[in-house]
């Protein structure tokens, strides 16, 4: 089963407004942490914010915001007053509190544009 | 502060041909490390990971190997590339294995085979 979705494969938003990146999780664990990376054309991947399962506040970092809704298995990221340089990939990663090693599992992403 | 390098940033290889993707890290101590692939207009997906040398682990059956002969070391190995290896690699180093532990990456290998 899927893990991480990501159902929006392209978003486009005009500069100085806010985006939403939709991403859902699929996890039996009560113990998981949500990442979201951020791919720009070079390649490298930059974390951008982290969600604790456990944490009772949205994650924010910045214009980023993470909007968390345990119950609905979803962990959106919030981008407020885009801008050109926000273009690039965006992908929603987890990792589960499991016995053994807990990998960090991506979902297929969502490549953002920005227009002036 | 830490560094990952990796190289090469881009490799053109012909089918059968052996590889080598070396990726080290700099200013941590017995990082986790991690070889991801990136199919194109796809998402990652883990390859290897090591908690420590000599210490492998995979994810998937493939025609690739990796090693760890240092401490800051981790290196992908084929002795015969095939088509479907084609992809971008990326190496990853994490401090910790608790679930709030992020990765860092390095700028990736653009891996054609030809």
């Known amino acids: 089963a899927q893990k991480i979705t990501q159902t929006q494969p392209g978003m486009f938003v005009q500069e100085k407004e806010a985006v939403t990146l939709d991403c859902t999780y699929d996890t039996s664990d009560q113990s998981y942490g949500l990442f979201w990376y951020k791919q720009p054309s070079s390649g490298e991947m930059i974390f951008l914010i982290y969600?604790?399962?456990?944490?009772?506040q949205n994650a924010t970092e910045g214009r980023y915001s993470l909007n968390f809704q345990k119950a609905r298995k979803s962990a959106n990221l919030v981008i407020s007053a885009s801008q050109l340089g926000d273009s690039a990939m965006y992908f929603c990663?987890?990792?589960?509190?499991?016995?053994?090693?807990?990998?960090?599992?991506f979902g297929t992403g969502t490549r953002l544009l920005v227009s002036p | 502060s830490q560094t990952i390098h990796q190289w090469p940033a881009t490799l053109v290889q012909p089918v059968g041909s052996p590889l080598s993707l070396e990726c080290t890290v700099e200013?941590?101590?017995?990082?986790?490390l991690y070889w991801y692939r990136q199919a194109a207009g796809r998402g990652l997906q883990l390859l290897f990971y090591?908690?420590?040398?000599?210490?492998i682990s995979s994810e998937v059956p493939q025609n690739l190997s990796a090693s760890r002969p240092q401490d800051r070391q981790f290196i992908l190995s084929s002795k015969k590339l095939l088509l479907s290896d084609s992809g971008f690699y990326l190496c990853?180093?994490?401090?910790?294995?608790?679930?709030?532990?992020?990765?860092?990456f390095g700028s990736g290998t653009q891996l054609s085979v030809l």
């Open positions: 990663a987890m990792r589960e509190e499991q016995t053994g090693f807990q990998k960090l599992v």
């Open positions: 090591s908690i420590g040398i000599g210490q």
């Open positions: 969600q604790g399962s456990y944490d009772e």
């Open positions: 990853a180093w994490g401090a910790g294995l608790s679930t709030n532990e992020k990765l860092f």
């Open positions: 200013g941590t101590s017995n990082p986790n």
